[in-house]
């Protein structure tokens, strides 16, 4: 409709056709929910062209600018970048590059400038996942999903360790020294790993699953899983890691099989 309209506009010698930013703010605050609004305007244009323009001619032109401003000014958000400043500053920084990006280099770069800076986010945010040694209040009908103070066992000779994240690109390294230091602050045995909370794991983080394997090999430490999601299972045997690992079905279980195991040899 808008080309039509253009190419009207063309041969007549009038005015490019499209929407405005400043009427669409003026027809949002007065309420407008359809197209109506719109065709009343043109009406009301149109009869203010032809029989009222002599009302306009003593209008001065920074009185008009004051009032587009007033109509786009609630585009512009303050109150968002406001809560955002309180909320989180890396996402109003986020908001505010897309800001200044579209406003001076334009709308496409603003647009891409705040997706790259929101992939950086999630990343930075998933490269540091909570990873916790869970404790044990010593009831055998209970399973350790509490935290543990650092440093701490789940058990004498077992540790359990939850991941809350993919294990994947950005966390690997980091996942990979928690179980290292899980594993050497105390005379471990058996390293139990809650995988609950692991949803997927990528080639960069199966790497990392063999490095952990080979240290844990090193330091005679076996290595079970609990709660590990169907699809989660079905990729760790696709990526091969599932060699000489013990899967149960629980915290509890792993935990009440290994002291017992423990017990056994001792």
Do not use: K, Y
């Amino acid at each position: 409709m808008d080309d039509a309209s253009n190419i009207g506009a063309g041969v007549t010698g009038g005015f490019t056709v499209g929407s405005s930013t400043s009427r669409t703010a003026a027809m949002g605050q007065a309420g407008s929910r359809t197209q109506l609004p719109s065709l009343v305007t043109a009406v009301g244009t149109l009869l203010l062209l032809i029989f009222g323009t002599a009302l306009l001619e003593h209008i001065p032109s920074p009185a008009i600018g004051a009032i587009v401003a007033v109509a786009v000014l609630p585009l512009l958000g303050i109150p968002d970048f406001v809560r955002l400043w309180r909320l989180d500053r890396f996402e109003f920084a986020i908001g505010a590059a897309c800001f200044l990006g579209s406003l001076f280099v334009g709308p496409i770069a603003g647009i891409v400038i705040a997706f790259v800076l929101a992939v950086i986010n999630v990343t930075r945010r998933a490269a540091n996942p909570p990873i916790d040694t869970l404790a044990a209040d010593g009831d055998p009908d209970h399973s350790p999903l509490e935290a543990a103070p650092s440093g701490r066992p789940t058990a004498p000779g077992v540790v359990v360790v939850r991941l809350a994240a993919p294990l994947f690109f950005a966390n690997a390294t980091v996942f990979e020294r928690a179980i290292e230091r899980a594993v050497s602050e105390g005379p471990i045995r058996h390293l139990v790993l809650d995988m609950e909370a692991v949803t997927d794991i990528d080639v960069t983080g199966a790497e990392s699953w063999t490095t952990i394997q080979s240290f844990l090999a090193t330091h005679q430490v076996d290595l079970s899983l609990t709660r590990v999601r169907p699809g989660v299972q079905d990729r760790l045997t696709q990526l091969g890691l599932l060699t000489n690992v013990r899967i149960l079905p629980t915290n509890r279980e792993a935990l009440s099989a290994l002291t017992e195991e423990r017990r056994d040899d001792g």
